[in-house]
């Protein structure tokens, strides 16, 4: 069971509301700077940011004590406007994860919430298009992001009901984070046009970096469309 950590930024409506009409540009900057900051802070330690809503991070966090979230959030409250919290459990499902840790944060005061629980590997599946370069110079860069973003909805949504949960990852790169069980039935439901390549770890970072090399070993032999990659050495 994959380790999901929920990052809120407190009383975000109430900071944008005090910046004026003129205010989007500093908010974005904010927030480019908050997401490198945590992506710094999570990978370093074995984890991974997943880009999402900027007033809401969730990282995939296996191996995370207490302690590290602790110093993560002495480090990051500092960047933020209005403090942050925390919140972080295991679920089989990383997308029931996120739920209940939303949950969680919006009825705690405490900063850091951390829940106990058996970790088990993290399967994390890289997905992107065939010849996306191709189609970009045939067709035009906003008609490809919008075909990207269509078929992110789709995979997304299989996600979701297989208890997964997705980021977009910029270019054609999508990820999508489940339990190993449930891999088979996603990519069954991949079209031909995608291809994917997996990783399985214990550890995140590792994960992404076995689906990366999975990946490169499809684009490079063009033999297959799936390729999933183990990591046997535990952290």
Known sequence: MPRITLIKLLEYREWTETLGYDREWRIQELQSNLYSSLQRMFSRRGGFVIPLRYDYFIALSNGFKEKDLEEILTDIEPLSPMGVRIVSLVHRKPFTA????????????????????????????????NNITRTTIQTSVFETYVKIMNVYSEITRAAIRLGGITGYLGGDNMIVVLSTEAINDLLALLPTYLKAGVGISINPRKALELSAKALSNIRTNRDRQVLILYDDVPR
Do not use: S
Not at 108 to 129: M, N, Q, S
């Open 98 to 129: 996120q739920l209940i840790a939303t949950r969680i944060a919006e009825r705690e005061d405490r900063k850091l919430i951390y829940i106990e629980g058996k970790e088990d590997p993290v399967a994390v599946v890289h997905v992107d298009f």
